[in-house]
């Protein structure tokens, strides 16, 4: 069974950045879609990112539009999330995630459409 594992997480100032990754325990794997979620304490996990299979289109959140940025290398099998202008309610436990099943050039926004997930990572913003 393929596993994501996520770079640690951190605590950071607001403002801060951080970077997180995510690879694949099996360099064979190849999923159509990536994306990041997060749950933050007392609320439902959330999309945060997502890319389509070419790496041609990403989309946000609104909360986080403009300070992340998503990126996939499919040669190093790995999914980035570049954190800037990092917010305290940012705060939260941050999950990769990714699919192999096709359903076109589009980006996955529910979670049941990932057949894969990492174990979570926390990333705690202070004031």
């Known amino acids: 069974q393929v596993q994501l594992v996520e770079s640690e997480g951190g605590l950071v100032q607001a403002g801060g950045s951080l970077t997180l990754s995510c690879a694949a325990s099996?360099?064979?794997?190849?999923?159509?879609?990536t994306g990041w979620f997060r749950q933050a304490p007392g609320k439902e996990r959330e999309f945060v990112a997502g890319?389509?299979?070419?790496?041609?289109?990403?989309s946000y959140a609104d909360s986080v539009k403009g300070r992340f940025t998503i990126s996939r290398d499919n040669a190093k099998k790995t999914i980035i999330l570049q954190m800037n202008s990092l917010k305290p309610e940012d705060t939260a436990v941050y999950y990769c995630?990714?699919?192999?099943?096709?359903?076109?050039?589009?980006?996955?926004?529910?979670?049941?459409?990932?057949?894969?997930w990492g174990q979570g990572t926390q990333v705690t913003v202070s004031s």
């Open positions: 099996e360099r064979t794997f190849s999923p159509y879609y």
């Open positions: 995630a990714a699919s192999i099943d096709y359903r076109g050039d589009v980006i996955l926004y529910r979670e049941y459409e990932y057949n894969y």
């Open positions: 890319v389509s299979w070419s790496g041609g289109s990403t």
